[in-house]
């Protein structure tokens, strides 16, 4: 627990942060994108001149920062791999003298492949601003008095780091790690009864198929914020019976990148953090696309280890070209179609898209959780758990019937029953959809 005077420091540069965040928001359109490019163009230099692995992967490509005169020399700049952050040694992820205080962190591996990267504290300070920014405006200015936290509280986690700076604000005692046993996290929310809670999806889903077998309901949570996960159809919908009350909502956020885009109050689109990222879409050749295609970030907070151009997030998604009714101008995704990693092949070849198979398989009866697992083209693995008193012989006709005709009968399925799906070693999350095919498959 941080000392009064620790708390005191903290909160001088939580308040420093928010102010900035504040001033951000009230930003032009043209306002913004000069910030961006400004911060871009920094970024660039500084990793031209100080980080070996740019120094490295630049002169690969060919390009100097003198080559960055506007925003179409964007493409000149070489994309930025999770294998490159992966294989690189510590000493060339930094510059010899970093600007400010470092913390040194690991992605959570969610696309199978963790990397290490250091974050400078100033970013940290910006990144838990934008999110009480955020709170603010999911409570309408009448914050919740409330709160738990599900955290990963992995040393070398951001959300390890964000739970530090978040003690400012929030008693040791309302913060938790996702690695304590379910029946453990179940029963400290039902002793707390909180009116906001914080978590990753599949903790949450946890915690609620516990509360369901007790034939409990937490009617005093009245708000929900989701992140780091993708959240399907079937958790919404028993959270919504859990927590009959509570409003949920989701923001999208990485090691590498931040935050990156929050979920708007008014609709079911994403919007763009951009004082924070610059966000393109691109198509499998890297060129920007109106339709679906792999994010690519930017950081415009970091400068520990710069994040340019950053491809290793794995995640699919697509631009939503229509005018926001929020009134927000922030640029906007549609949704976030899945990871890349998640992506399935048939027995032709062809791409399935993971929410294929969540979509289909929500609303089978007495499934009470489930795992796809792709190991080779046309063959899926479906690991289900199935609700007590449910008759397993109709669990499986309702599993096997909805994936067959939502797949067009172009993979055969393999249905096996087990007693729990957990999250596989090292991490929090637990995964719906896995594709262990190699990239060219």
Same mark, same amino acid.
């Given at each position: 627990?941080?000392?009064? =005077? ?6 001088? &540069?939580?308040?420093?942060?928010? $102010? ?13 994108? #000069? ?5 871009? &163009? ?34 000149? @700049? ?18 010899? $003298?970093?600007?400010? $205080? ?74 938790? =790690?996702?690695?304590?046993?379910? $029946? %453990? ?11 906001? /809670?914080?978590?990753?999806?599949? !903790? ?5 198929? +516990? ?9 005093? !949570?009245?708000?929900?914020?989701? !992140? =780091? ?12 019976? @859990? ?6 909502i989701e923001t999208?956020?990485? !090691? ?40 690519? /970030?930017?950081?415009?907070?970091n400068t520990a280890t710069p994040i ?9 998604? &697509? ?9 927000? =101008? ?60 449910? #008759?397993?012989?109709?669990? +499986? ?6 994936? +067959? ?5 172009? #993979?055969?399925?393999? /249905?096996?029953?087990?007693?729990? /799906?957990? #999250?596989?070693?090292?991490?929090? %999350? ?12």
């Amino acid at each position: 627990m941080h000392t009064p =005077s620790q708390i005191r420091s903290q909160g001088r &540069r939580l308040h420093a942060a928010l $102010d900035q965040v504040i001033e951000q928001r009230g930003w032009s359109t043209p306002k913004r994108r #000069a910030h961006q490019w400004r911060m871009l &163009r920094s970024l660039v230099q500084h990793a031209h001149a100080h980080v070996p692995l740019y120094q490295r992967l630049f002169a690969q490509a060919g390009f100097i920062p003198a080559m960055l005169d506007d925003w179409d020399d964007l493409s000149k @700049i070489p994309f930025l791999a999770k294998a490159d952050l992966r294989s690189a040694a510590r000493e060339d992820l930094t510059a010899k $003298d970093p600007r400010g $205080d470092i913390r040194w962190l690991a992605s959570s591996g969610s696309t199978g492949i963790p990397a290490s990267m250091a974050r400078t504290e100033e970013s940290l300070w910006h990144y838990m601003a934008c999110n009480t920014a955020l709170y603010h405006d999911w409570c309408h200015g009448q914050p919740l008095s409330h709160g738990l936290y599900f955290v990963d509280m992995a040393r070398d986690s951001i959300d390890f780091a964000a739970a530090d700076l978040l003690r400012t604000t929030v008693p040791d005692s309302r913060i938790f =790690s996702v690695h304590e046993p379910v $029946d %453990k996290l179940t029963r400290e929310l039902l002793n707390a009864a909180p009116e906001f /809670i914080s978590s990753y999806p599949s !903790t949450l889903r946890a915690i609620a198929l +516990e509360l369901r077998a007790k034939g409990r309901e937490m009617k005093k !949570t009245r708000l929900i914020h989701l !992140t =780091s996960e993708m959240l399907d159809a079937h958790t919404r919908r028993l959270l919504a019976q @859990i927590f009959p009350n509570a409003r949920l909502i989701e923001t999208y956020t990485s !090691t590498e990148g931040g935050l990156v885009a929050w979920q708007c109050v008014q609709d079911s689109r994403w919007h763009v953090a951009e004082a924070n990222v610059l966000c393109e879409i691109v198509d499998d050749e890297g060129r920007p696309t109106e339709g679906l295609g792999h994010m690519v /970030i930017t950081d415009l907070t970091n400068t520990a280890t710069p994040i340019l151009r950053y491809r290793g997030l794995g995640d699919l998604a &697509r631009w939503e070209t229509e005018p926001c009714p929020c009134g927000s =101008s922030a640029r906007s995704i549609r949704q976030i179609e899945g990871r890349s990693a998640a992506m399935l092949r048939t027995r032709g070849g062809g791409l399935v898209s993971p929410y294929v198979i969540t979509n289909a398989i929500e609303e089978v009866p007495g499934l009470a959780q489930y795992q796809v697992v792709q190991k080779q083209p046309g063959m899926l693995e479906v690991r289900v758990v199935a609700e007590t008193g449910a #008759a397993r012989h109709d669990v +499986e006709k309702g599993v096997r019937g909805a994936l +067959e005709t939502a797949l067009d009968h172009a #993979a055969d399925l393999q /249905i096996t029953f087990v007693s729990t /799906i957990a #999250a596989p070693p090292g991490s929090h %999350k637990v995964p719906l959809v896995i594709s262990e095919l190699p990239p060219a498959a």
